[in-house]
T-cell receptor, first 109, second 116 residues
Framework: GQQLNQSPQSMFIQEGEDVSMNCTSS?????WLWYKQDPGEGPVLLIA?????ELTSNGRLTAQFGITRKDSFLNISASIPSDVGIYFC?????????FGAGTILRVKS | NAGVTQTPKFQVLKTGQSMTLQCAQD?????MYWYRQDPGMGLRLIYY???????DKGEVPNGYNVSRLNKREFSLRLESAAPSQTSVYFC???????????????FGSGTQLSVL
């Protein structure tokens, strides 16, 4: 099946730092979605992207739909302890929704 | 404002036992899903239902059955649990159909299942 390569697998950063993570694929995706999963909870949608080149913000989060439609990135500015969790990218490919393996974010306070 | 409600939250089974995971949504969504989450593998689709009375296999359907009882409820059944089914299970719903450009999933809080 189609795979999304999400990186990094995990990161451990200092509170206040900016964070960047991305998803790449060898195929073209029609939409990109970014989810966050808090410990013991289900994923929650953060940002949805629908057009190549689209840049969308949600508070301290910014995500972009890559111009080639094969990648997307998520930036978090000025990280805080509650940013801890797993961040998933997902993409619509044909009639399928495919998830990346997730980036585990740990923040040092 | 319940959204997607899953029960139980935790379950331990012995190999060969059966059980049903329950899911209900109150957002009037047509599409409902069952996923499993395993470390390092992201979310994998077990079954999908586009509407009441219809179900389709996903990426990993073996060992599972589903039932879309009505628009609100979508249950997942393990007839004879195996250790390989130890996982966290998530139910989700969406207003748009699977694969649609505006497909946005709303997830329940998950069921942590251990099969010994």
């Amino acid at each position: 099946g189609q795979q999304l390569n999400q990186s990094p697998q995990s990161m451990f950063i200092q509170e206040g730092e900016d964070v960047s993570m991305n998803c790449t694929s060898s195929s073209i995706f029609n939409t990109w979605l970014w989810y966050k999963q808090d410990p013991g909870e289900g994923p929650v949608l953060l940002i949805a992207l629908y057009k190549a080149g689209e840049l969308t913000s949600n508070g301290r989060l910014t995500a972009q739909f890559g111009i080639t439609r094969k990648d997307s990135f998520l930036n978090i500015s000025a990280s805080i302890p509650s940013d801890v969790g797993i961040y998933f990218c997902a993409g619509t490919y044909g009639n399928k929704l495919v998830f990346g393996a997730g980036t585990i974010l740990r923040v040092k306070s | 404002n319940a959204g997607v409600t899953q029960t139980p939250k935790f379950q331990v089974l012995k190999t060969g036992q059966s059980m049903t995971l329950q899911c209900a949504q109150d957002m009037n969504h047509n599409s409902m899903y069952w996923y499993r989450q395993d470390p390092g593998m992201g979310l994998r689709l077990i079954y999908y239902s586009a509407s009441e009375g219809t179900t389709d296999k996903g990426e990993v359907p073996n060992g599972y059955n589903v039932s879309r009882l009505n628009k609100r409820e979508f249950s997942l059944r393990l007839e004879s649990a195996a250790p390989s089914q130890t996982s966290v299970y998530f139910c989700a719903s969406s207003e748009a159909p699977k694969g649609a450009a505006n497909e946005k999933l709303f997830f329940g809080s998950g069921t942590q299942l251990s099969v010994l």
